[in-house]
C-alpha cells in the first residue's frame, strides 16, 4: 500500500460492489494518487453536497432562486468550450477498423503516452466513482459503466444525464460487460495550492480502446469530452458493441407523434451536433391534431425486436442542450424544462442573478456579466454566451416527455430521418426509394460547422449520419452494418421508411426560406401521412418529393417563389455533389459496400 492511499480518507466501498469494480478503481486511484475516493450513489443529498462544494471553490454560482430555483451558472476556462475532434482517438487494434475518418492510434502505443499523463493527476483532488446505467436500469436494452473522474462538475452532470449511483453499481455482476471510463481534468495541486474554478489542462486526450470497452480521457472538463457515458461511451464505443451484437448506436433523438386520426408513430432522426435535434425532440405543433412527444433527444439505440420491429431507446437521462437560438418563440417546452434544477455552462448571468443567451429573448438586457465573467452591454460588439453554451437538465422535467420514454423493450419505430444544415441544394424533404436509398442519404449527410466542436463555423464538411466525430470503427462498415440491419428487419417485420430534411436552406438574399422549429410539424405531418400510405408521392432524381399543393403551408406566411426555392433540384448542383461523393467514398479505399455506391450510380443516371 502506497503512502497516498494510507493518508486518503476515502468513503467506504459500497457492500456488494463488485471485485471487478473495486480493483479497478483501486488500480486508478494507485495511478493518478487522489486525496482521497468518494463512491457515488446517486442521492439528492449527494448531489446538493457536491454543488455546495462547487459553489464553495467557486466553479458554480448559484443563480437566483426567485427566478431559477436549485440551479447554477458554470464559467469554463475559455480554452475548454466544445469538443475536441482533432484529440479525439480511436485505438483499435488495426487502423483499418478506426477507418479514414477517425483519428487512429495504436492502443499499446496511446497507453504508453497515458500513462505519464494519468500518473499522479488527481493529486491534490477528489477522485469520484460514478457508476450509470445507459438505459433505464435493468432493461435488457441498457448497458452498464463505471466512470471515476477528478471533476465533481463531471460527477454532478452524470447525475443528471444518466441512471447514477448505487442502483447502476448494484446491477454489475459476475458476467456484466461493463465499460471502464477513466477521467482526469489533468491539474493536479500541490499541497497548498490554490484551485481555480475549472481546472483543466492543455493538453487534451479524449482516447477509446474498443476492443477492451475502455475509455482515458485527460485534461477537458467541457461536456463530450469528459461527461463519458455520454457520446464517447453511448456513441463511440457503444457503436462498436452494437456491430459486434446486431443493433445500432446512433446520433439521433426520438419521439412519438400521434396523428389527428389517433394513429401513433415513432420518429428517430439524426443530425448533426448543433442542427436541430433538441428542437425536433421537443416540437410543438403548429398544425391542429397532431402532437409530438419526446423520448429522447441526442442518442438513440436501435435494434430488431422479437417481433421482428426496429425499437429504439434513449439511453440518456438527461439533455445536454444548445443554449443560445432556445427561446419561448423558438423552443417553449426546452424554456419550460429549465425552469429549476439546471446547471447552465458558459451562458450570460443577468443583473436579477437569472441566465441569458443570444436568442431567448429578442432583445439583449441592457446589462449582463458575460461567459467568461466581463461586464456585456448590447453595444460589447460579441456575444454574451458562449455559441456552445449548454444547460444539463433531468429529462423528466420535460412537460412533453412522453409516457413510453423509459420502456424497457423500447418503441417501434416507423420513420427515420436524415438531415443536415445546408444553404444550398438540399430539399426540405425528400423521401428515400428503400431502405438501401436511405442507408446512402445517411451516408451523404454533409453539414456546416457549428460550434458544438472545434473547427472553422459554417464550412461545410461530410457528417455521415451525423456520426463523422462519433463512431467508433470504420465508418464504411457502419454503413454495411446498416444494410444488414434493414436486410435483416426485411426478413421477419417491416422496414422504416426513411426520410431527408433540410430545415436551412436559404434563398439568394441569406435568409431561411423555411421558418423552421414548430412549423416543421407540416414536415412532420408530410411523412408520416407517407408512413400511413394516405399520400403520394413523385420521383426526382434524388428520391420521393411532395406533389405540388400536398405539403400542408395552411395559415403559414410563405411566398410560392420559396416554397418552390426549397424544393429546387438543380441537376447541375447535383452533378457536383456525386462526384464530391466518388471522391470521399474513394477515401475509403474500397470499404464502401457495393448497395451503396450502386445509390450513387443511380443518382447520377437519373441526373442525365
Ligand atoms: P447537439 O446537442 O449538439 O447534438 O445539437 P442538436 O442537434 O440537438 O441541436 P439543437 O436542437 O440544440 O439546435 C441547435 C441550433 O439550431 C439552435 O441554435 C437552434 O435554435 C437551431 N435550430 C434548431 N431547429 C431549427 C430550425 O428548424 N430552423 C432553424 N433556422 N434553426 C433551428
Ligand atoms: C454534440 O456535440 O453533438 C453534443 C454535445 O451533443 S457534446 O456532448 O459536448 O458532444
Ligand atoms: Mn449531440
Redesign the pocket.
Known amino acids: 500500500m502506497s503512502i497516498a492511499e494510507v493518508t486518503r480518507t476515502d468513503s467506504p466501498v459500497p457492500e456488494g460492489a463488485h471485485p471487478s469494480v473495486v480493483e479497478w478503481v483501486d488500480q486508478i486511484a494507485a495511478l493518478t494518487l487522489p486525496d482521497d475516493v468518494v463512491w457515488c450513489d446517486g442521492s439528492m443529498a449527494e448531489w446538493d453536497g457536491l454543488a455546495n462544494r462547487m459553489v464553495e471553490s467557486g466553479t458554480l454560482t448559484r443563480l437566483n432562486p426567485e427566478h431559477r430555483p436549485y440551479s447554477f451558472l458554470a464559467r469554463s476556462d475559455p480554452h475548454d468550450v466544445a469538443r475536441v475532434e482533432s484529440r479525439t482517438f480511436i485505438c483499435s487494434e488495426k487502423q483499418e477498423d478506426a477507418g479514414p475518418t477517425n483519428n487512429w492510434h495504436d492502443p499499446r502505443e496511446m497507453r504508453a503516452t497515458l500513462r505519464p499523463l494519468f500518473e499522479g493527476s488527481m493529486r491534490g483532488r477528489t477522485m469520484y466513482v460514478v457508476p450509470f446505467s445507459m438505459g433505464p436500469l435493468g432493461s435488457p436494452l441498457s448497458k452498464l459503466g463505471v466512470q471515476v473522474t477528478d471533476s465533481p462538475y463531471v460527477a454532478a452532470s452524470m447525475g443528471v444525464m444518466t441512471r447514477m449511483g448505487a442502483a447502476a453499481l448494484a446491477l454489475i455482476g459476475d458476467t456484466t460487460t461493463w465499460v471502464r471510463a477513466v477521467h482526469s481534468v489533468g491539474a493536479p495541486l500541490s499541497p497548498g495550492e490554490q484551485d481555480v474554478p475549472w481546472p483543466s489542462s492543455d493538453t487534451k486526450y479524449i482516447t477509446h480502446f474498443p476492443e477492451t470497452r475502455e475509455i482515458w480521457s485527460f485534461g477537458s472538463a467541457y461536456g463530450g469530452n469528459a461527461i463519458l457515458a455520454k457520446k464517447a461511451f453511448a456513441l463511440r464505443i457503444a457503436s462498436v458493441m452494437a456491430r459486434d451484437e446486431g443493433w445500432l448506436a446512433e446520433?439521433m433523438?426520438i419521439i412519438k407523434v400521434t396523428n389527428p386520426r389517433g394513429r401513433v408513430f415513432h420518429v428517430a432522426a439524426a443530425?448533426?451536433?448543433?442542427?436541430?435535434?433538441?428542437?425536433?425532440?421537443m416540437l410543438q405543433s403548429t398544425i391542429p391534431g397532431w402532437k409530438v412527444e419526446t423520448v429522447g433527444?441526442?442518442i438513440a439505440w436501435l435494434g430488431r425486436g422479437d417481433d421482428g420491429r426496429l425499437r429504439a431507446i434513449n439511453p440518456e437521462a438527461g439533455f445536454?442542450?444548445?443554449a443560445?437560438?432556445?427561446g419561448w418563440q423558438?423552443?417553449p417546452t426546452a424554456m419550460e424544462t429549465i425552469w429549476g434544477n439546471t446547471i447552465f455552462t458558459n451562458v450570460a448571468l443577468r443583473d436579477d442573478g437569472d441566465v441569458w443567451w443570444e436568442?431567448m429573448s429578442d432583445k439583449a438586457p441592457a446589462h449582463l456579466v458575460d461567459w467568461q465573467g466581463n461586464d456585456w452591454t448590447p453595444a460589447s460588439g460579441r456575444p454574451a454566451a458562449h455559441p456552445n453554451s449548454?444547460f444539463t437538465v433531468a429529462a423528466r422535467q420535460c412537460p412533453s416527455i412522453s409516457d413510453d420514454w423509459e420502456d424497457p423493450q423500447g418503441v417501434v419505430i416507423d420513420a427515420i430521418i436524415f438531415g443536415g444544415r445546408r444553404a444550398t441544394n438540399v430539399p426540405l424533404v425528400v423521401e428515400a426509394r428503400d431502405w438501401e436509398h436511405g442507408v446512402y442519404l445517411g451516408a451523404t449527410i454533409s453539414s456546416e460547422r457549428?460550434a458544438?466542436a472545434e473547427g472553422t463555423l459554417g464550412e461545410l464538411r461530410r457528417d455521415p449520419f451525423a456520426m463523422m466525430p462519433f463512431v467508433g470503427y470504420n465508418m464504411a462498415d457502419h454503413w454495411a452494418h446498416w444494410l444488414s440491419v434493414g436486410a435483416d428487419l426485411r426478413k421477419t417485420g417491416t422496414v422504416p421508411r426513411i426520410f431527408q430534411v433540410n430545415?436551412?436552406r436559404k434563398g439568394a438574399d441569406g435568409r431561411?426560406l423555411?421558418?423552421?422549429?414548430g412549423?416543421?410539424s407540416r414536415v412532420l405531418e408530410w411523412m408520416l401521412e407517407r408512413v400511413d400510405g394516405q399520400v403520394a408521392a413523385k420521383d426526382s432524381p434524388i428520391g420521393l418529393l411532395p406533389h405540388d399543393g400536398a405539403l400542408n403551408v395552411e395559415g403559414l406566411d410563405i411566398t410560392d417563389d420559396d416554397l418552390a426555392e426549397l424544393f429546387a433540384v438543380d441537376a447541375e448542383s447535383w452533378r457536383a455533389e456525386a462526384d464530391a461523393t466518388e471522391q470521399f467514398f474513394a477515401t475509403f479505399e474500397g470499404r464502401v459496400p457495393a448497395a451503396v455506391t450502386k445509390q450513387l450510380d443511380l443518382l447520377r443516371a437519373k441526373l442525365g
Do not use: I, Q, Y
Not at 271 to 281: D, E, H, I, M, W
Not at 514 to 517: A, D, L
Open positions: 446520433h433523438l443530425f448533426p451536433s448543433a442542427c436541430g435535434k433538441t428542437n425536433l425532440a433527444d441526442d445536454f442542450g444548445v443560445p437560438g432556445t423558438s423552443n436568442g449548454r457549428t458544438a430545415w436551412f431561411f423555411w421558418p423552421g422549429f412549423e416543421n
